[in-house]
């Protein structure tokens, strides 16, 4: 009996061993297994942060070649400096307007500001005349019914002395007249002062190269 019971008391104690030994294991594993996904998601930014360097890298580039390009051309171009917000217009190696620039457009529902992507576009046309008419949607939000003559409709120039369209739902144009309320505006554009406005408007042709850095 005594000798069952020694017996007994062994392999309790045996399978106490493995059960802590088992639960021992199994903390390391999951310790292991926090380790490792903390160790891969640095992985993973690190190769994200490299890849972004790179892309980056390679629009630079681009950007630099395209410059180089254009200054070896005869035909305008505008680079636009997004960190100080400055509009300038060259050609060949000659600087024809320096000026500075507000950002304007809708905002989201999120409340984010309009916001220009760092990209090389072409200018796809451009207009003297930004004569608006109000359309009839925005009678309806007033509650007020459209007038029949579409004269009492037109805002003249309500975006300053002319217009130059970018593409990517972009344009450049002067401050838009208060008679052209804020709904109606579903673009952003680079607002310049008229006398600007106009310099750009005569030169830069449809073709153009712009620069957004």
Do not use: C
Not at 42 to 57: G, I, P, S
Not at 91 to 102: A, C, G, I, Q, S
Not at 103 to 120: F, K, Q, V
């Amino acid at each position: 009996m005594g000798r069952t019971l020694a017996v007994i008391a062994t392999v309790m104690f045996g399978l106490a061993l493995v059960r802590v030994s088992d639960a021992v294991g199994k903390r390391e594993l999951v310790r292991a297994a926090r380790e490792l996904a903390v160790e891969d998601s640095a992985a993973r930014a690190e190769y994200q942060a490299r890849a972004d360097t790179r892309d980056r890298l390679m629009l630079d580039n681009d950007f630099l070649g395209r410059r180089i390009e254009m200054m070896s051309r005869r035909e305008p171009y505008l680079v636009i400096n997004r960190r100080e917000q400055k509009l300038t217009m060259g050609m060949e190696n000659r600087l024809l307007l320096d000026t500075k620039f507000r950002l304007r457009g809708p905002i989201s529902r999120n409340g984010d500001e309009p916001s220009l992507p760092r990209a090389t576009l072409e200018v796809l046309a451009k207009r003297s005349s930004t004569d608006w008419y109000k359309p009839d949607w925005l009678y309806a939000l007033e509650g007020v019914p459209p007038p029949a003559d579409s004269l009492e409709r037109l805002v003249h120039d309500a975006f300053g002395p002319g217009e130059v369209f970018l593409g990517a739902g972009i344009s450049i144009h002067g401050r838009v007249k208060e008679a052209v309320p804020a709904e109606a505006i579903d673009h952003t554009f680079i607002e310049l002062d008229t006398s600007s406005l106009k310099a750009v408007v005569r030169t830069i042709q449809p073709g153009s190269q712009v620069f957004i850095q």
